[in-house]
C-alpha cells in the first residue's frame, strides 16, 4: 500500500535512509539470529551487525517467507502492534492486518513473488495494520526482497502514518472549509489537488481535474500568456495576487466564461514546487462596479445639481450640473458650508433641514430660494435624503436640486391669466343671469357659489318670473361644463326661458321649446338639465315639468318631501315628448330647487347626499322660518368647505304665498248676453268686497273681454274673480286656442279697440293658453 503523501515517496525516500547490504550468508545469519536473538554474538560477526541495523531501523521491520510466515521481527516491531516477539515468530503475516484485507493479501504477496523488486507496497491503497489489541491503525510499506539458500524471504518495513493522516485531514478539512476553489497545481501545471468549492466554481467532479492541465480551467485565448506567467512564478514564489491589472476570466465545462480573482501562494514540497491557487468568482461584484460606474456616470451628467454633505454641512460632491447652476466650481464648493448657497435670513432654514435628514427623515420636493456664486437669487426644488453606513448610520446626505425659477414665473403668469378669466367669466354669468326680481307676496331667497376649482364658473341659471294674475313661474337649470362656453350657453337659454314663459305657455310646451333652443346652438354633445314650475296660489297647486334636473323638494310643516314629477330626459338629447305634472300644495309650503354641485361628490350617492339635504332642510326649518336664515344653514351643512367644491353651486327657496282674500267664479254661455250678465256679476261682487270704487274700470274692461271671447270663442265662458290687499285679478277663459291680436282699428272701424282699451285701463293684462282653451287676464291696482 502507498502512502498518502503528496509525492508518494517510498518511506526510505521520505527519511532518507538507504538500504544496508544484507550479509553475503543471509539465511544463515537469520537463522542464526533467529534462534539466538536472546544471546549474545561475537563482535564484529555478519550476524552482530545484521542483528544492529535491524534493531536499529526507525520502522518496524517483518522479514516473512514465500509463504507468509514471519521468520524475524524487531523491537519496534513489538512496540508496534503490542505483541512479544514470540508471539510472532511462526505466525502468518496476516495476524498483523485486518481480516477484511486477507484474501487480497494473499493474492498481492503471491504476486510480489514474482516481480521481486524494491517498492512500496499496495500502491495507491489505504493500509492498515491490526495490533494485537484489536485496533486499527493506517501504515506505509516499503517491501524488499531477500534471495537465500532456503529460498525468497522479504522484508516488509512498516511505518505508523496515523499522526501524518490526520495532519493530511486537517489540511483537507481547512482546503475544504476555504471560502474560495482551491486549485493546487506542480510546476508543470498539472492539477494536483481540488476543494469542493471548486466543483462548485467550474462545473467539473474532482476526478475529471486530477492530473489535467490546469489550463482546462481557462479561456483557450489566454493559454500562451498564462504558460509565460506560470513560468514566470516559478522564479518568484511569492504569495501576491496573480494577473494584477489584469482582468481574469476562468472557463466553466459548460463553456462559459465568468471574472475570477486568484491568489497564488508557493508551496516547497520534496518533489518540488507545488502552486495553491485560490480562485474567487468576481461576477456580482463586477456587475456592482459596472453599476457604479453607470450611476456615476448618471449623476455627473444629470441636468439637475447633485451634491452630497456631511451632517455638518461640509459640501463633498459637487457634480457639473451643480457648478452650471450654482456657479461655483469643484474645487471652490466642495469643503465648503453648505449654507454659502442660502440666503441671510434663511440659515435657520439649513439648520433645520440637516436636523431633520441627521434623524433619517427624507425630504422631497422642498421649495426654496438660493444664491448664486454672483449673489443672485434662483427659486430651487429641493429633494434630500440621508446616507447611511453598512449598519444603516446616518453619515451624510445628498441633495438633488433643479432650478424652477422658470417654472415659477410661468407659474405666476398662468395665475394671473386664471384669475382674469375667471373674473370674466364670473362677471359674464353674473350678468347673463341677472337677479331674480321681487315678486309681490311671494318670499324667495337664493344662493349661488362658483366653483373655487379649475375654471370657477359653469352654467348654472335661476329665474323668478311674474305671469301675472298672482301666478309665479319659478325655473332653475344647469349647462353641463363650466368656463366661458357654458356660460354663454346658460345666458341664450335664460333669455329663451324668461321670454317662452312670459308667453304664459304650460312648463312641459316651455321644456319643449328650450329642447329646440339647444339643439339650434349646435354645441355638440351639449346637455342641460332644467326644472320650470308655475305656482298658482289662488288654486293653491304647482304645475312642473323636469327636464333631467334633479327632484324638487318640498318643506312645509309636515317635513321634507320630494315633490311628485315624471322623470324627462334632459335638454339637447332631442325627439322627446315632455311630460309634466301638477300638485296641491299648502299656502306657506317653500319649494327647494338645486343644482348638482350641492349634492354630488365623487366619493358619495347621490342619492345619499339628496337625503342628507333634506335632513340639513328640516334641520334648518326647525330652527328658523326665514329663508334666508335657512338657505344659509343648508350650505353651512353641506359645504363645509366653502373653498373646497370644484363645480358652481346655486340653491333657491321659494314660498307659496298666501290664498287671495277672497275668489269667486261664475260660468257663462258664448252668447251675447253673457256681455251684460258679466258686467253685473263683476258690479256686484266688488261692492260686497268693499272695492266698488272700482267698478266701473272692472265692468268696462269685462265687457271688452268678454265680447272678444263672444265673437271669436267657443263656450263655455267662466268669470273668475279673486281679490288680495293689494290688487285685484280677473280672468276669463273660454275653449279656443286661439290667442287674440291687438290691433290698430281704422277710423269708419267699429271694432278692433277692444284690446286697446284693456292695455291702456288695466294695471297688466295678457293670455295664456292652457290645457283646454285660453286665459284672458287683467290686473287693477287696489
Not at 539465511?27 to 544471546?39: D, L, P, S, V
Not at 337625503?611 to 330652527?623: I, M, Q
Not at 253673457?674 to 266701473?696: I, M, N, P, Y
Request: proline share 5%; hydrophobic share 40%.
Amino acid at each position: 500500500m502507498a502512502r498518502f503523501t503528496v509525492n508518494h515517496q517510498s518511506v526510505g525516500a521520505d527519511m532518507g535512509d538507504t538500504i544496508t547490504p544484507v550479509p553475503t550468508d543471509p539465511a544463515g545469519a537469520i537463522e542464526r539470529a533467529q534462534r539466538g536473538h536472546c544471546t549474545t554474538s561475537e563482535p564484529g560477526t555478519d550476524e552482530e551487525r545484521f542483528r544492529g541495523l535491524l534493531e536499529a531501523a526507525p520502522d518496524a521491520m517483518v522479514i516473512v517467507d514465500d509463504t507468509g510466515t514471519i521468520r524475524l521481527v524487531n523491537a519496534q516491531t513489538e512496540t508496534l502492534f503490542g505483541y512479544q516477539r514470540d508471539e510472532l515468530l511462526g505466525h502468518p503475516v496476516e495476524i498483523l492486518i485486518p481480516s477484511r484485507f486477507h484474501a487480497h493479501h494473499t493474492r498481492h504477496r503471491d504476486g510480489y513473488a514474482t516481480t521481486r523488486q524494491v517498492r512500496p507496497m499496495g500502491a495507491g491503497l489505504e493500509l492498515h495494520g491490526l495490533r494485537k489489541d484489536g485496533s486499527e491503525f493506517p501504515v506505509e510499506i516499503s517491501l524488499s526482497p531477500l534471495e537465500t539458500a532456503d529460498g525468497l524471504l522479504v522484508s516488509a518495513a512498516v511505518r505508523d502514518v496515523s499522526e501524518r493522516k490526520a495532519a493530511e485531514e486537517r489540511f483537507r478539512g481547512l482546503l475544504e472549509a476555504a471560502p474560495d476553489a482551491m486549485v493546487i497545481v506542480d510546476d508543470t501545471g498539472t492539477i494536483r489537488l481540488v476543494n469542493a468549492q471548486t466543483e462548485t466554481l467550474f462545473g467539473y467532479q474532482r476526478d475529471e481535474l486530477l492530473g489535467r492541465p490546469v489550463e482546462i480551467l481557462i479561456p483557450s485565448r489566454f493559454h500562451a500568456h498564462h504558460t509565460r506567467h506560470r513560468d514566470g512564478y516559478a522564479t518568484t514564489r511569492q504569495v501576491r495576487p496573480m494577473g494584477a491589472g489584469l482582468e481574469l476570466h476562468g472557463l466553466r465545462k459548460d463553456g462559459s466564461e465568468f471574472p475570477v480573482e486568484i491568489s497564488l501562494s508557493p508551496l516547497e514540497t520534496a518533489d518540488g514546487l507545488l502552486v495553491s491557487a485560490a480562485v474567487r468568482d468576481v461576477s456580482e461584484r463586477k456587475a456592482a462596479e459596472a453599476r457604479i460606474n453607470e450611476l456615476a456616470a448618471f449623476v455627473e451628467s444629470s441636468q439637475d445639481a447633485i451634491l452630497a454633505k456631511t451632517l455638518d454641512g461640509r459640501i463633498t460632491y459637487w457634480n457639473a450640473a451643480a457648478q452650471r447652476l450654482y456657479g461655483y466650481s469643484a474645487e471652490e464648493a466642495i469643503g465648503q458650508h453648505v449654507s454659502m448657497l442660502a440666503p441671510p435670513d434663511s440659515k435657520d432654514e439649513i439648520i433645520q433641514l440637516l436636523e431633520r435628514l441627521r434623524h433619517g427623515e427624507k425630504i422631497e420636493h422642498f421649495e426654496t430660494l438660493r444664491l448664486t456664486s454672483t449673489g443672485a437669487g434662483i427659486d430651487v426644488d429641493v429633494t434630500l435624503w440621508p446616507t447611511r453606513d453598512t449598519q444603516g448610520t446616518v453619515i451624510g446626505a445628498c441633495a438633488i436640486v433643479r432650478d424652477v425659477s422658470d417654472r415659477k414665473r410661468a407659474e405666476a403668469e398662468l395665475t394671473a391669466l386664471y384669475e382674469q378669466q375667471k373674473h370674466i367669466a364670473l362677471t359674464l354669468q353674473r350678468s347673463l343671469m341677472g337677479t331674480a326680481p321681487a315678486i309681490p307676496g311671494l318670499a324667495a331667497a337664493s344662493r349661488y357659489r362658483p366653483a373655487t376649482q379649475g375654471a370657477g364658473v359653469g352654467g348654472d341659471w335661476f329665474d323668478l318670473i311674474p305671469l301675472g294674475a298672482g301666478r309665479v313661474g319659478v325655473l332653475i337649470g344647469d349647462v353641463m361644463g363650466r368656463g366661458l362656453e357654458a356660460a354663454a350657453v346658460m345666458g341664450q337659454l335664460r333669455s329663451a326661458a324668461h321670454a317662452l314663459a312670459k308667453t304664459g305657455m304650460q312648463p312641459r310646451q316651455l321644456m319643449q321649446a328650450l329642447d329646440a333652443v339647444v339643439a339650434d346652438l349646435d354645441v355638440p354633445d351639449q346637455l342641460v338639465t332644467c326644472c320650470y314650475l308655475v305656482i298658482a296660489p289662488d288654486a293653491g297647486s304647482v304645475a312642473v315639468c323636469s327636464a333631467g334636473h334633479l327632484p324638487t323638494l318640498v318643506a312645509d310643516p309636515g317635513g321634507v318631501r320630494r315633490l311628485p314629477a315624471p322623470v324627462n330626459a334632459p335638454l339637447g338629447v332631442g325627439d322627446i315628448f315632455y311630460q309634466q305634472s301638477s300638485a296641491v300644495l299648502p299656502p306657506g309650503a317653500t319649494l327647494v330647487l338645486y343644482t348638482d354641485g350641492l349634492v354630488e361628490t365623487p366619493c358619495s350617492d347621490i342619492e345619499t347626499q339628496i337625503d342628507k339635504l333634506t335632513t340639513a332642510l328640516e334641520n334648518a326649518f326647525t330652527r328658523t322660518r326665514g329663508l334666508e336664515n335657512a338657505a344659509d344653514r343648508v350650505l353651512a351643512a353641506l359645504l363645509p368647505d366653502a373653498e373646497g367644491h370644484d363645480d358652481d353651486v346655486t340653491l333657491l327657496l321659494a314660498r307659496i304665498p298666501d290664498a287671495p282674500l277672497d275668489t269667486v267664479r261664475t260660468e257663462l254661455a258664448a252668447t251675447a248676453s253673457a256681455v251684460a250678465t258679466g258686467r253685473s256679476f263683476v258690479v256686484e261682487t266688488l261692492t260686497a268686497w268693499d272695492c266698488a270704487h272700482k267698478a266701473d274700470d272692472a265692468r268696462l274692461l269685462v265687457s271688452e273681454v268678454l265680447t272678444n271671447a263672444v265673437q271669436h270663442a267657443e263656450g263655455p265662458l267662466v268669470l273668475h274673480m279673486r281679490r288680495t290687499a293689494t290688487n285685484l285679478a280677473i280672468e276669463i277663459s273660454d275653449l279656443s286656442p286661439h290667442l287674440p291680436q291687438p290691433r290698430p282699428a281704422a277710423e269708419d272701424e267699429e271694432s278692433g279697440r277692444g284690446l286697446l282699451l284693456v292695455d291702456t285701463l288695466a294695471d297688466n293684462w295678457g293670455v295664456r293658453p292652457d290645457e283646454r282653451g285660453k286665459t284672458t287676464w287683467f290686473t287693477l291696482e287696489l
